[in-house]
């Protein structure tokens, strides 16, 4: 499984921006996908994750309400629509996949649970 992660850049507060990520070498309805940040020093956290079917949606509540997870499975693709941003939600974005299990619920949360991970992209959010 390959991911490849776009689409992050500099914004100023309160703007917007769209991540994406692509999925290569199987078939993407099959994997349960997540957003991941990391900022500097300090550990990768939870952003959002959706079900293979995109029927179920996660979010971390530092950001619900301004980012949504859709995903289109026709096209192999995950976005990420990050809304209302402010500069604490400034990091590396990882989106990451893990084939859909029956577990997710309890772990969806952990890096860990992931098995593939994209190359990152950094969204610098000016004050």
């Known amino acids: 499984v390959q991911l490849q992660a776009s689409g992050g850049g500099l914004v100023q507060a309160g703007g917007s921006l769209k991540l994406s990520c692509t999925l290569s070498?199987?078939?993407?309805?099959?994997?349960?996908m997540g957003w991941f940040r990391q900022a500097p020093g300090k550990e990768r956290e939870f952003v959002a994750a959706?079900?293979?079917?995109?029927?179920?949606?996660y979010y971390a509540d530092s950001v619900k309400g301004r980012f949504s997870i859709p995903r289109d499975n026709a096209k192999s693709m995950l976005y990420l629509q990050m809304n209302s941003l402010k500069p604490e939600d400034t990091a590396v974005y990882y989106c990451?996949?893990?084939?859909?299990?029956?577990?997710?619920?309890?772990?969806?949360?952990?890096?860990?649970?992931?098995?593939?991970w994209g190359q990152g992209t950094q969204v610098t959010v000016s004050s």
């Open positions: 070498g199987r078939t993407f309805s099959r994997y349960f």
């Open positions: 990451a996949a893990i084939p859909s299990t029956e577990n997710y619920d309890l772990n969806y949360y952990f890096p860990s649970f992931y098995n593939s």
């Open positions: 959706i079900t293979g079917s995109g029927g179920r949606t």
